[in-house]
């Protein structure tokens, strides 16, 4: 489903992000993705959302080269994959509910479809009743869940997840990974950087090691090791 | 689909607007700024135009006749000035009227009136005022008027002196004053309206610079660049309709209060009056001008944060 086909990345500061990268990852497959900071995981996120380009090789999504779309086909294309980050990155000035609804009006849906599909997900988040919060009135928890509302409410292939628990505490960061098993249990692929050992462990999936730009480590079934 | 999302862009526009109250106010104000400059431009050109004209207006020449003239000699002048297409009024006083004008005009003046009397004839020759439709034309009718077919009957000399040459200095000295004051006065408002749009412009760029997050995430989120545009294009004609709403009434005040001493210095024209009767242009002409600011700076704006 995704390729990196020999994907380098060096800054223009000459700091090497990725060297050589190549792997694929399958339909519904759970990836994690660890290693410590600036190794290069949230560089390979980005890879995938053409938020970089790569200096060297090639990204595929399917069989398209993700970096030789026009800007009109990777509007479409972001719309297939549902993005969640450490920061959050929820629209400040609108509801809980509108940010979601944003994610829907984007891809093209009808009033009547955002209308009943953006309580669903809040509901299926636990948040029916902070709905019309804004952002500034949730916690870092409510805020994660938004953000995983709004990612999985268009039905993306692919959801990507960039440390999603480093600003939670244990018991939200529990949630949040449960939330996102569920998710690749209904036929989502996930792709998760993290560095907490506690949520790769739980998850039990496949895990990639990366460590100064390249890979170390791939193993199916795998724990934290570093 | 189409009209769905012109629906949601506006809409958008709309609470984004209302939600970002004070970004709103204070954008909202400095455009009030710019367009009260703008306003005060049209009306700066009204009151400087009108003088210029009613100076021009003001500008004639007389053309005294010899005491010995004949009146037919006098009105065929006349009339064959009248045909002329420069001049636009011609006044034919006769010798009469001239003395009676005299009198009037010396009444508290004993010395002058019992000279006069020691006379036993009418001393003055009768006058042709005449009228240009530009002071820049009189040239022209003075040579017209000195040429010898016309200034003479039976080879003698019926006109006795034209007080052009007189007036002339005068006439351009003031036409030239009006001229450069009214180019100065428009070239500074010009320099401010250029620095004020400058201003509301990057106003509007620090508006949207904060929600540049914003639009990195819409752009990630899968959203057009007409679709993350549209509402601060939206918000910008708002700016500048509240803005004009303002400015119009600003001026209603500002106008009334210069009214009467804009009538005095201008000669007649009342800015509030003028404000009042043109208002169908005036108002229409701001609400035009900001909404196009507003759009056209929040459009430039939003480009620089698209690009990722």
């Given at each position: 489903?995704?390729?990196?086909?020999?994907?380098s990345?060096?800054?223009?500061?000459?700091?090497?992000?990725?060297?050589d990268?190549?792997f694929?990852?399958?339909?519904?497959?759970?990836?994690?993705?660890?290693?410590?900071?600036?190794?290069g995981?949230?560089?390979?996120?980005?890879?995938?959302l053409?938020e970089?380009?790569?200096?060297?090789?090639?990204?595929?999504f399917?069989s398209?080269?993700?970096?030789?779309l026009r800007?009109?086909?990777?509007?479409?294309?972001?719309?297939k994959?549902?993005?969640?980050?450490?920061?959050?990155?929820?629209?400040?000035?609108?509801t809980?509910?509108?940010?979601?609804?944003f994610?829907?009006?984007?891809?093209?849906?009808?009033?009547?479809?955002?209308?009943?599909?953006v309580?669903?997900v809040?509901?299926?988040?636990?948040?029916?009743?902070?709905?019309?919060?804004?952002?500034?009135q949730?916690?870092?928890?409510?805020?994660?869940r938004?953000?995983?509302?709004?990612?999985?409410?268009?039905?993306?292939?692919?959801?990507?997840?960039?440390?999603?628990t480093?600003n939670?505490d244990?018991?939200?960061?529990?949630?949040?990974?449960q939330?996102?098993?569920?998710?690749?249990d209904?036929?989502?692929?996930?792709i998760?950087?993290?560095?907490?050992?506690?949520?790769v462990?739980?998850?039990?999936?496949?895990?990639i090691?990366?460590e100064?730009?390249?890979i170390?480590?791939d193993?199916?079934?795998?724990?934290y090791?570093? | 689909?189409?009209?769905?999302n012109?629906?949601?862009?506006?809409?958008?526009?709309f609470?984004?607007?209302?939600r970002?109250?004070?970004v709103?106010?204070?954008?909202?104000?400095?455009?009030?700024?710019?367009?009260?400059?703008?306003?005060?431009?049209?009306?700066?050109?009204?009151?400087?135009?009108?003088?210029?004209?009613?100076?021009?207006?003001?500008?004639?020449?007389?053309?005294?006749?010899?005491?010995?003239?004949?009146e037919e000699?006098?009105?065929?002048?006349?009339?064959s000035?009248e045909t002329?297409?420069?001049?636009?009024?011609?006044?034919?006083?006769?010798?009469?009227?001239?003395?009676?004008?005299?009198?009037?005009?010396?009444?508290?003046?004993?010395?002058?009136?019992?000279a006069?009397?020691?006379?036993?004839?009418?001393?003055?020759?009768?006058?042709l005022?005449?009228?240009?439709?530009?002071?820049s034309?009189?040239?022209?009718?003075?040579?017209f008027?000195?040429?010898k077919s016309?200034?003479?009957?039976d080879?003698l000399p019926?006109v006795d002196?034209?007080?052009?040459n007189?007036?002339?200095v005068?006439?351009?000295?003031?036409?030239?004053?009006?001229d450069?004051?009214q180019?100065?006065?428009?070239?500074?408002?010009?320099?401010?309206?250029?620095i004020?749009?400058m201003?509301t412009?990057?106003?509007?760029?620090?508006?949207?610079?904060?929600?540049?997050d914003?639009?990195?995430?819409?752009?990630?989120?899968?959203?057009?660049?007409?679709?993350?545009?549209?509402?601060?294009?939206?918000?910008?004609?708002?700016?500048?309709i509240?803005?004009?709403?303002?400015?119009?009434?600003?001026?209603?005040?500002?106008?009334y209060?210069?009214g009467?001493?804009t009538?005095?210095?201008?000669?007649?024209?009342?800015v509030?009056?003028?404000?009042?009767t043109?208002?169908?242009?005036?108002?229409?002409?701001?609400l035009g001008?900001?909404?196009l600011?507003?759009?056209?700076?929040?459009?430039m704006?939003v480009?620089?944060?698209l690009?990722?």
């Amino acid at each position: 489903m995704i390729y990196f086909d020999q994907v380098s990345k060096i800054y223009p500061d000459n700091s090497i992000a990725l060297d050589d990268v190549s792997f694929t990852i399958e339909p519904n497959e759970f990836v994690s993705v660890v290693g410590h900071s600036g190794a290069g995981k949230t560089t390979l996120l980005k890879m995938i959302l053409a938020e970089e380009k790569p200096t060297e090789g090639a990204v595929y999504f399917q069989s398209t080269n993700i970096h030789e779309l026009r800007r009109n086909e990777m509007n479409y294309f972001r719309r297939k994959i549902g993005t969640i980050f450490q920061d959050f990155r929820l629209l400040p000035n609108k509801t809980a509910y509108e940010n979601i609804a944003f994610a829907m009006e984007v891809a093209g849906k009808t009033d009547e479809e955002i209308e009943s599909d953006v309580p669903h997900v809040l509901e299926l988040v636990d948040l029916g009743k902070k709905m019309w919060s804004f952002p500034h009135q949730l916690s870092g928890g409510e805020k994660q869940r938004v953000a995983i509302a709004r990612a999985i409410v268009n039905h993306p292939d692919i959801i990507i997840a960039d440390e999603p628990t480093g600003n939670l505490d244990p018991i939200n960061t529990y949630e949040i990974v449960q939330i996102l098993k569920k998710i690749n249990d209904l036929g989502t692929t996930v792709i998760l950087t993290t560095h907490n050992k506690g949520v790769v462990d739980v998850v039990n999936k496949r895990v990639i090691t990366i460590e100064s730009g390249k890979i170390i480590r791939d193993d199916k079934e795998g724990k934290y090791v570093l | 689909m189409l009209w769905t999302n012109t629906k949601r862009v506006v809409r958008s526009g709309f609470v984004n607007f209302w939600r970002n109250g004070f970004v709103s106010l204070s954008s909202i104000l400095v455009m009030t700024i710019t367009l009260f400059v703008l306003g005060s431009l049209i009306f700066t050109y009204v009151l400087l135009n009108g003088a210029l004209i009613q100076i021009k207006d003001k500008v004639d020449i007389n053309v005294y006749f010899v005491t010995t003239a004949k009146e037919e000699d006098i009105k065929s002048i006349q009339k064959s000035l009248e045909t002329l297409p420069e001049v636009s009024k011609v006044v034919y006083s006769s010798r009469e009227d001239v003395l009676a004008d005299f009198k009037k005009r010396h009444e508290n003046d004993q010395f002058t009136l019992q000279a006069l009397d020691e006379l036993q004839e009418n001393p003055l020759g009768a006058i042709l005022n005449v009228k240009a439709k530009d002071p820049s034309q009189y040239a022209g009718i003075v040579r017209f008027l000195e040429s010898k077919s016309v200034s003479q009957t039976d080879g003698l000399p019926i006109v006795d002196k034209i007080n052009y040459n007189q007036n002339k200095v005068a006439i351009d000295k003031l036409t030239r004053i009006i001229d450069s004051g009214q180019r100065l006065g428009l070239f500074l408002l010009g320099i401010l309206i250029v620095i004020s749009i400058m201003i509301t412009f990057n106003t509007i760029r620090l508006a949207i610079y904060i929600s540049r997050d914003e639009i990195a995430v819409m752009r990630l989120v899968g959203a057009s660049s007409k679709y993350i545009r549209g509402p601060f294009v939206i918000i910008g004609i708002m700016y500048g309709i509240f803005s004009a709403i303002i400015t119009g009434l600003i001026f209603l005040p500002a106008t009334y209060y210069l009214g009467r001493a804009t009538a005095n210095f201008f000669t007649g024209i009342n800015v509030y009056n003028y404000y009042i009767t043109h208002f169908q242009y005036i108002f229409p002409m701001l609400l035009g001008a900001g909404a196009l600011i507003g759009a056209v700076s929040s459009y430039m704006a939003v480009r620089r944060y698209l690009q990722v």
